[in-house]
T-cell receptor
């Protein structure tokens, strides 16, 4: 079976740092992706971890530990425009994707 | 450079009807995946098409079928519509080697009455 768990909501103030955790159970695993989706919009790709370790892209970083079946997305220097839903997604087999239920990030002034 | 496009934007059908949704991938992409996203939920993988073949499939019944054309565009067909099929249907494209990064279209909002 396959399952992903991520918190349903996180609230933080502008300028803060937010970490969204994602734990997964899957029979196969190529990598862990993160997507952002604003209300009424399409998901947009943020990052991908195929190997253990940290990937940094501007204010966003993503981490993967295969041995712990765990990853996280780190959002730094939060801005109001970062208010959105964030999804982790695993690739259990080539070409197949499983998304989590999403974490709603609310940024307050 | 045109991104992923989908048509129609919105669609209203009644139970038992059939629907066809269309997707044109981002220029240079040859792989198309379809997702169903219910309100407040993450996208659920329906299937992926590559080289005009269904390469992968999620846990969806046979009422959901698809097709990919030689120009890489794709269709999603849903037969015998149920109320529970009401959702946002998203198409995503990727390059053959870039399965880790998908570009999503704006989606088709399907309402089944």
């Amino acid at each position: 079976g396959q399952s992903l768990e991520q918190p349903s909501e996180v609230t933080a103030v502008e300028g803060a740092i937010v970490q969204i955790n994602c734990t997964y159970q899957t029979s196969g695993f190529y990598g862990l992706s993160w997507y952002q989706q604003h209300d009424g919009g399409a998901p947009t790709f943020l990052s991908y971890n195929g190997l253990d370790g940290l990937e940094e892209t501007g204010r966003f970083s993503s981490f993967l530990s295969r041995s712990d079946s765990y990853g996280y997305l780190l959002l730094q220097e939060l801005q109001m425009k970062d208010s959105a839903s964030y999804f982790c997604a695993v690739t259990p087999s080539w070409g197949k994707f499983q998304f989590g239920a999403g974490t709603q990030v609310v940024v307050t002034p | 450079d045109a991104g992923v496009t989908q048509s129609p934007t919105h669609l209203i059908k009644t139970r038992g009807q059939q629907v066809t949704l269309r997707c044109s991938p981002k220029s240079g992409h040859d792989t198309v995946s379809w997702y169903q996203q219910a309100l407040g939920q993450g996208p659920q993988f329906i299937f992926q098409y590559y080289e005009e073949e269904e390469r992968q499939r999620g846990n969806f019944p046979d009422r959901f079928s698809g097709h990919q054309f030689p120009n890489y565009s794709s269709e999603l067909n849903v037969n015998a519509l149920l109320l529970g099929d009401s959702a946002l249907y998203l198409c995503a494209s990727s390059g053959r080697g870039g399965f880790n990064e998908q570009f999503f279209g704006p989606g088709t909002r399907l309402t089944v009455l």
